[in-house]
């Protein structure tokens, strides 16, 4: 049983496209993490966060708590954000560590 | 460039046989984590280390250890490798247990 899902599992978009992409967990969290990997594999962190929103360049993190659930948002997409993004998670449980578990990915093409 | 290194970058060798990947992390971060990404199970938590001590362990496999060294660099063994242990591992550094987790490049390990 994955208790961090993710949806969609593969998302085409043309360039220009506002793209969003969501992650549900199944119980109480310290942090939500979204991660970036490219096609090399190398693997980039995005966002951390707890709460509300946060903002980097054209991308946008948000998360519900009392919904267990976070969207990671791509304004003006263009086709180097092509890659797999990945929302990870450290449970509450899990408080005297760090240890994220991850939900499957999400693969973008974003076509030109 | 996340600051985070990883030797060797790729790894082949036959089943059976034993290999030892090495992580240096960020200057000055205490925590490393190891996470194995396979193509059928997505990327999964290893093991945490906090300044040489073991902080958590997810699914490891009996035949894989890791250990944190006094200088905080860290080093995961594999031992008895069998095909299935084909995957990337990456080693992840971070300041404390609740911070952003920066990324190394990962090791390709080929079991033939």
């Known amino acids: 049983k994955n208790e961090v899902e993710q949806s969609p599992q593969n998302l085409t978009a043309q360039e220009g496209e506002f793209i969003t992409i969501n992650c549900s967990y199944s119980?109480?969290?310290?942090?939500l993490h979204w991660l970036q990997q490219h096609p090399g594999g190398g693997i980039v962190s995005l966002f951390m966060?707890?709460?509300g929103k946060k903002k980097h360049g054209r991308l946008i993190a948000t998360i519900n708590i009392q919904e267990k659930h976070s969207s990671l948002h791509i304004t003006a997409s263009h086709p180097r954000d092509s890659a797999v993004y990945i929302c990870?998670?450290?449970?509450?449980?899990?408080?005297?560590?760090?240890?994220?578990?991850f939900g499957q990915g999400t693969t973008l093409q974003v076509k030109p | 460039d996340s600051g985070v290194t990883q030797t060797p970058k790729h790894l082949i060798t036959a089943t059976g046989q034993r290999v030892t990947l090495r992580c240096s992390p960020r200057?000055?971060?205490?925590?490393v984590y190891w996470y194995q990404q396979s193509l059928d199970q997505g990327l999964q938590f290893l093991i945490h280390?906090?300044?040489?001590?073991?902080?958590a362990k997810g699914n490891i496999l009996e035949r894989f250890s890791a250990q944190q060294f006094p200088d905080l660099h860290s080093e995961l063994n594999l031992s008895s490798l069998e095909l299935g242990d084909s995957a990337l591992y990456f080693c992840?550094?971070?300041?404390?247990?609740?911070?952003?987790?920066?990324f190394g490049p990962g090791t390709r390990l080929t079991v033939l």
């Open positions: 966060l707890s709460s």
């Open positions: 992840a550094s971070s300041l404390g247990t609740a911070d952003t987790q920066y």
């Open positions: 119980v109480g969290i310290s942090a």
């Open positions: 200057s000055g971060d205490l925590s």
């Open positions: 280390y906090y300044n040489g001590e073991e902080r």
């Open positions: 990870a998670v450290r449970f509450r449980s899990s408080s005297n560590t760090g240890k994220l578990i």
